[in-house]
């Protein structure tokens, strides 16, 4: 099975902060996604990659950036952490040489920035 | 990607189908349709996917109307474990059949099982 993993289940930050969070994934996967999921709103795409070094906005990449120095890793980065960043995100990965496979999800990383 | 619609709940006892509609009315002959579910406090877990046939997994089976404007998701022994928000998404595959295009998430089906 594939395994997506978020480094932190719990994140708590202050404003201003400088917020990295990381996700992996270990099935060789092109694509690796960040969303974030609040209540009322859904999940929302924020950032979305498809090679290592590539990187695309989703609908919602203000007050965020990403990295993908590895296939592996894919990281999202808070520059500078609002409490409207408060929320839980998701991080997920597919495979590109698998045409209509799903997506596999982490856990997710609740944030809340205080 | 087409707009999909999906009553905000939905209950069933345990050990019946659950039959989950969704309507996608707008869908074009190159999207496919997703089925995810997400139990509390975890991420989303595909279920199932299909283009116009009915399609049946371990988990699922996916009908499909004729015309594509909608579909239905069925569990056929719903569990305990089942109860979890359903999300319908429909989505076109990228060119040559490539999967990296992204999915947009609606608000879903509450689906409670109880016993």
């Known amino acids: 099975d594939v395994k997506v993993t978020q480094s932190s289940r719990y994140l708590v930050k202050r404003t201003g902060e400088k917020v990295f969070l990381e996700c992996v994934q270990d099935m060789d996967h092109e694509n690796m996604f960040w969303y974030r999921q609040d209540p009322g709103l859904g999940l929302r795409l924020i950032y979305f990659?498809?090679?290592?070094?590539?990187?695309e906005k989703g609908d919602i990449p203000e007050g965020y950036s990403v990295s993908r120095e590895k296939k592996e890793r894919f990281s999202l980065i808070l520059e500078s952490a609002s409490t409207n960043q408060t929320s839980m995100y998701l991080c997920?990965?597919?495979?590109?040489?698998?045409?209509?496979?799903?997506?596999?999800f982490g856990s997710g990383t609740r944030l809340t920035v205080v | 990607d087409a707009k999909t619609t999906q009553p905000p709940s939905m209950d069933c006892a345990e050990g019946r189908a659950a039959n989950l509609p969704c309507n996608h009315s707008?869908?074009?002959?190159?999207?496919?349709v997703y089925w995810y579910r997400q139990i509390h406090s975890q991420g989303p877990q595909y279920i199932i996917h299909?283009?116009?046939n009915n399609e049946t997994n371990e988990m699922a089976s996916l009908i499909i109307t004729e015309d594509r404007k909608s579909s239905t998701l069925i569990l056929p022994h719903a569990t305990l474990r089942d109860t979890a928000v359903y999300y319908c998404?429909?989505?076109?595959?990228?060119?040559?059949?490539?999967?990296?295009?992204?999915?947009?998430f609606g608000q879903g089906t509450i689906l409670t099982v109880h016993p």
């Open positions: 990659s498809y090679d290592v070094k590539m990187k």
């Open positions: 299909g283009l116009k």
């Open positions: 997920a990965s597919s495979s590109t040489g698998v045409p209509g496979a799903g997506y596999t």
């Open positions: 998404i429909v989505r076109v595959l990228s060119a040559g059949g490539t999967s990296y295009g992204k999915l947009t």
């Open positions: 707008t869908i074009s002959g190159n999207e496919y």
